[in-house]
């Protein structure tokens, strides 16, 4: 029996390859990975190259799944245990599943000792494998919301309406912040912005000025540079802004009123990635609010469907889409 596999090879993107189910050591775990979510760095992968991911890489990095086989000298797991697998592992440099490691979107993995210590892996039991896979992003958020600590907010506009986007706005829900708007460039998913009743207003990310509202924190959950510098022209006297989507490389050198952060006070944040802890609250938020991250799961695909599950990925009427590797 062999294991099929997503693997990213430059110029040619992704190819299904197939080899035999790995044997593992007495130090490694066996993972039968159940659903992988499609990110959208996996398709800025595709579109511009990422020196992390070499040649041959399989990619994919929010991802759950079951525990088929345990090395002996492992302890914490047994086979049958359902996993959530984030993708940063605390190392000296950047290290990742689906970016230096080979991630979920191949039907099995295997994880070693010292990342399965370290790393992002938690057990679940009461939800399903495609919103356990959703723990990797909501870590994400969560630690962008680490990064803005200085205060009590009263509003949060969040720049950019996707998977990330909502999930920074159910986030809000949890910190208690009053007003929670949201604002994108697509009519489709502006319109589907009603099914989600914490939001306080959703806007047409080219008509915010208009509202003439005041925010008090804002998140730029997309990767368009117009964003950046359209944060800091509505953040509050006193607001902070977290830029949260990272920008293509040849974007990256953005022009900012830089008179508007003096003046107003503004304190101008980043985040990256995620912690272990993240992923283990993450973990724990999905399990007790599971029928909202119900609603971002879109559509699920086989492996043999990758092309047209990447293509859904990039509409904007869908939310999250998983691969489901072991489906056929």
Do not use: W
């Amino acid at each position: 029996m062999n294991s099929k596999s997503l693997n990213y090879y430059e110029n040619k993107g992704l190819i299904i390859e197939e080899r035999s189910i790995p044997k593992i050591s007495n130090d490694q775990m066996l993972i039968k990975v159940q659903s992988c979510g499609i990110c959208g760095s996996d398709i800025k992968i595709l579109k511009y190259g990422n020196p992390r991911v070499s040649s041959g890489r399989i990619m994919g990095h929010e991802i759950s799944g079951e525990v088929v086989d345990v090395g002996g000298l492992l302890e914490g797991f047994k086979i049958g245990d359902k996993v959530s697998i984030g993708a940063d592992i605390p190392d000296k440099g950047d290290l990742a599943y689906g970016h230096e490691l080979d991630g979920g979107f191949s039907q099995y993995m295997v994880l070693e000792s010292t990342h399965i210590k370290n790393g992002p892996i938690e057990k679940f039991k009461d939800i399903d494998y495609d919103i356990a896979a959703l723990a990797e992003p909501l870590a994400c958020c969560l630690n962008g919301y680490e990064k803005v600590q200085f205060k009590n907010y009263q509003s949060v506009l969040i720049l950019g309406g996707g998977v990330i986007g909502l999930i920074l706005s159910f986030i809000a829900t949890l910190k208690n912040i009053p007003k929670i708007y949201i604002a994108d460039i697509s009519k489709e998913r502006i319109k589907n912005f009603e099914k989600f009743e914490f939001i306080t207003d959703y806007y047409d990310i080219n008509h915010i000025k208009e509202k003439n509202d005041d925010f008090d924190l804002i998140f730029t959950a997309n990767n368009n540079p117009k964003s950046q510098q359209q944060a800091i022209e509505l953040i509050n006297s006193g607001g902070v802004i977290n830029l949260f989507g990272g920008l293509p490389k040849d974007q990256s050198y953005v022009d900012i009123n830089t008179n508007k952060i003096h003046y107003k006070e503004v304190i101008v944040t980043g985040s990256h990635g995620s912690s272990p802890e993240q992923h283990k609250q993450a973990i724990e938020i999905i399990e007790e609010h599971s029928s909202f991250f119900t609603m971002l799961i879109s559509k699920k695909f086989t492996i043999a469907d990758f092309e047209k599950a990447f293509k859904e990925a990039t509409n904007p009427r869908n939310y999250k889409v998983i691969i489901k590797p072991n489906k056929n």
